[in-house]
């Protein structure tokens, strides 16, 4: 079946470690995105990538580091700069003015 | 930058009832208007989008409208049902380059239909 995978679905980071989450489409889309999601809120961007090896800053962009080498994967960086990480990170492909189709999540706490 | 306003906050309806979200949009030039649905530690899913073209979309109990000259659209769901029990989302985008063709989302709307 198409669609987007993340893994892990549940992650714990310590104190100055940093995290990595994985985001894989088969949807073969130009566009990939990372969001964080806390409770009672919205969807915040942290990054995009319109196109391979190519990404930019979304709106909360600090304390989190991307790649894009190859165009179904965009795998996201929780470094230890970012001082409240504790959310649940969704992944979204698609287009440019065009619908959005995301993964399952990937919740990251504390230990 | 676009801003998009969602309410209410949380709906309460009973099963069989109507019931009705409804955001506002800042940006005069979005023309991309969709609505997803999230259940409880899954992703968002989208249920149904409408472009700027046309002024309603229906999908079996599910319906959108949109009306340019105020900026706001609406998500209608007829015949409520316990599984539509979720939080719904409602996003805008626009044509353009860069950050423009992002979706720009509004904070949400939990949804209960009590049996």
């Known amino acids: 079946d198409g669609g987007i995978t993340q893994s892990p679905k549940y992650l714990f980071r310590k104190e100055g470690q940093n995290v990595t989450l994985s985001c894989e489409q088969n949807?073969?889309?130009?566009?990939m995105y990372w969001y964080r999601q806390d409770p009672g809120q919205g969807l915040r961007l942290i990054y995009y990538s319109q196109i391979v090896n190519d990404f930019q800053k979304g709106d909360i962009a600090e304390g989190y580091s991307v790649s894009r080498e190859k165009k179904e994967s965009f795998p996201l960086t929780v470094t230890s700069a970012q001082k409240n990480p504790t959310a649940f990170y969704l992944c979204?492909?698609?287009?440019?003015?065009?619908?959005?189709?995301f993964g399952d999540g990937t919740r990251l706490s504390i230990l | 930058g676009e801003n998009v306003e969602q309410h209410p906050s949380t709906l309460s309806v009973q099963e069989g009832d109507s019931a009705v979200i409804k955001c506002t949009y800042s940006d005069s030039a979005s023309n991309y208007f969709p609505w997803y649905k999230q259940e409880l530690g899954k992703g968002p899913q989208l249920i149904i989008d409408i472009r700027s073209n046309v002024g309603e979309k229906k999908d079996q109990r599910i319906a959108v409208t949109l009306n340019k000259t105020a900026k706001h659209f609406s998500l209608h769901i007829t015949e409520t049902q316990p599984e539509d029990s979720a939080v719904y989302f409602c996003a805008a985008s626009r044509a353009g380059g860069g950050s423009q063709g992002n979706l720009i989302f509004g904070k949400g709307t939990k949804l209960s239909v009590k049996p």
């Open positions: 949807l073969n889309h130009d566009a």
């Open positions: 979204a492909s698609g287009g440019r003015n065009q619908p959005q189709h």
